[in-house]
T-cell receptor
Framework: DARVTQTPRHKVTEMGQEVTMRCQPI?????VFWYRQTMMQGLELLAY????????DSGMPKDRFSAEMPDATLATLKIQPSEPRDSAVYFC?????????????FGPGTRLTVL | EDQVTQSPEALRLQEGESSSLNCSYT??????LFWYRQDPGKGPEFLFT?????EEKEKERLKATLTKKESFLHITAPKPEDSATYLC?????WGAGSYQLTFGKGTKLSVIP
């Protein structure tokens, strides 16, 4: 059963600490997305990759957030330093990235709490 | 800027009471409109993609329809297990290689036995 996996599922940290979230996309998918979900804003796109190359990271605070794809099976989202306002659920999604109606398949999310 | 507005924010139905959820959108050119279901503590689960006005898709008790300005998710004779937040998203037709989705804030559906 192919699915997107994310680790850790939960993370509690203190303000100023570095946080790294990891995602394994579905095998064969060549587009990977990072979203953040909060009650106030809903789902917001942070960054996305196609064939491991970053296509758009305009939704991400550049001074503290960074996203990378070291290889086709791993995407990372790093926050350094973390702040309380970063508390949210972070989702990774992957898709085939071709043609119209490119559906995305979401992982279970990482729930981040910054104290 | 692409915009997606979903209504109502929350909906309570008795089991068997059919209803519809609305998704209004503004996009320069629509490549696709997506419906997702999200259960508490889980990631969104893909339901449907609609591409053009007049298109309809069905899955069990759910039917999604699309016009040039909005989409409806019709729920026929809902059961308690249909309780979830339903998210609508649009994919715009701007620029080559544009695959990102813009999401609405969702409708939280509760089906009471």
């Amino acid at each position: 059963d192919a699915r997107v996996t994310q680790t850790p599922r939960h993370k509690v940290t203190e303000m100023g600490q570095e946080v790294t979230m990891r995602c394994q996309p579905i095998l064969g998918h060549n587009t990977v997305f990072w979203y953040r979900q909060t009650m106030m804003q809903g789902l917001e796109l942070l960054a996305y990759f196609r064939n491991r190359a970053p296509l758009d990271d305009s939704g991400m605070p550049k001074d503290r957030f960074s996203a990378e794809m070291p290889d086709a099976t791993l995407a990372t989202l790093k926050i350094q330093p973390s702040e309380p306002r970063d508390s949210a659920v972070y989702f990774c999604a992957s898709g085939l990235g071709q043609g119209a109606g490119n559906e995305q398949f979401f992982g279970p999310g990482t729930r981040l709490t910054v104290l | 800027e692409d915009q997606v507005t979903q209504s109502p924010e929350a909906l309570r139905l008795q089991e068997g009471e059919s209803s519809s959820l609305n998704c209004s959108y503004t996009v320069s050119g629509l490549r696709g409109l997506f419906w997702y279901r999200q259960d508490p503590g889980k990631g969104p689960e893909f339901l449907f993609t609609l591409y053009s006005a007049g298109e309809e898709k069905e899955k069990e008790r759910l039917k999604a329809t699309l016009t040039k300005k909005e989409s409806f998710l019709h729920i026929t004779a809902p059961k308690p297990e249909d309780s979830a937040t339903y998210l609508c998203a649009v994919q715009a037709e701007w620029g080559a290689g544009s695959y990102q989705l813009t999401f609405g804030k969702g409708t939280k559906l509760s089906v009471i036995p």
